[in-house]
């Protein structure tokens, strides 16, 4: 169901909602058919005009398509789930998503637009129980044929270990922050050997991000010295070695770009995989540099972004106590 490439739809804070849907007109006119959308990026109904034309146009039919959604996490509670997905389907024009992702695994949310420190009140740790009060819903939609397959993102291997054995419906595939200078070679790995494919968002490092999500210590991996090297060796962009290091591996990357020449030229990339000498080089330079670290979902408790991603490799037992989450050491 997933292609080599897909196109992303998150404008970040740098292109507005017909940005966006001129770009996703001309990615399909170029022969793009996954689109990665998402309730939260607040253009699905401009989108959805998009996809109306195309399919008028006879640019492309409704099923060569691959149109993925997700539901936020202001929506994970009894019934929203499925409300959420009913409103984007409304919002897109269509009958069903091929596939419908949970897109962050707690229900903590963060306002538009907001700074790096900006935290809510009401957010609160990741339990297994509240994830699967919006799993299940995800189940029920596969069942009511409203969407093809379900899946997650943003997730660690211990909360997938904790989650997986209760799931009735498995996730059809993670969606995950990849590219050559965080690789996440576990989390990779452990979804393929469950059975999940391999969304990769992020694959040219989101030069465009918010500005929440950039520190000091960011790497560019377009700058990499072993991507700039290969760059030259093929005489292409470093954004297309990037592309290519993704297809290779086996991921689907989703990269976005508001320039039809980059929308084409990115298409094009992936056509050509790396030699496995090659993939060793940029392996070999993986410096652990996550760009999207979360820090706004944090919790009164936690002043610390880590606390999200499990990096102890278990998850830790927190208690609220005088309006603040605790951390028990058990």
């Known amino acids: 169901m997933l292609n080599r490439i897909g196109f992303g739809t998150f404008g970040s804070d740098r292109y507005d909602e017909e940005t966006v849907a001129r770009a996703v007109y001309e990615a399909i006119r170029c022969g793009y058919r996954t689109f990665d959308c998402a309730s939260v990026y607040g253009n699905e109904r401009q989108i959805g005009g998009v ?39 409304k919002d897109l024009g269509l009958e069903y998503l091929d596939l419908y992702i949970l897109h962050w ?35 029920q939609l596969k069942r009511d044929g409203l969407v ?10 211990p909360k997938f270990e904790a989650v997986l054995p209760l799931c009735e419906i498995r996730p059809y595939a993670n969606e995950m922050e990849l590219h050559p200078s965080f ?21 040219l490092g989101s030069p465009n ?31 297309e070695i990037c592309l290519r290091w993704a ?21 094009t990339a992936v056509r050509d995989p790396l030699s496995a000498e090659e993939m060793a080089r940029i392996r070999a330079e993986d410096c652990n540099c996550r760009l999207v ?29 005088d309006n603040t989450w605790l951390k028990e050491n058990l």
């Open 51 to 89: 996809f109306r034309r195309a399919f008028e146009e006879g640019l492309v039919a409704r099923d060569a398509l691959t149109i993925i959604s997700k539901v936020w996490n202001d929506m994970h509670g009894e019934g929203q789930v499925i409300a959420s997905c009913k409103q984007s389907l």
């Open 105 to 139: 695994p707690f229900p903590n949310y963060h306002a538009k637009g907001c700074s790096g420190d900006s935290r809510s009140p009401d957010s609160r740790p990741f339990f297994v129980e509240d994830f699967m009060v919006a799993w299940r819903q995800m189940e």
């Open 148 to 157: 093809r397959e379900i899946a997650t993102s943003n997730m660690t291997i």
């Open 183 to 203: 690789q996440q070679p576990e989390l990779y790995d452990y979804c393929k050997a469950h059975g999940m494919q391999v969304i990769g968002f992020c694959p």
């Open 209 to 239: 991000r918010p500005d929440r999500d950039r520190t000091a210590e960011d790497v560019v991996d377009t700058k990499l010295p072993v991507i700039q090297s290969l760059a030259q060796e093929h005489g292409c962009s470093p954004q």
């Open 247 to 267: 297809v290779t591996r086996g991921q689907t990357p989703i990269p976005f770009s508001g320039n039809p020449r980059n929308i084409a030229s990115n298409l």
């Open 293 to 321: 670290k979360g820090q706004v979902f944090l919790w009164p408790g936690s002043d610390d972004w880590q606390d999200l991603w499990d990096l102890d490799g278990k998850l830790d037992h927190w208690v609220y106590q």
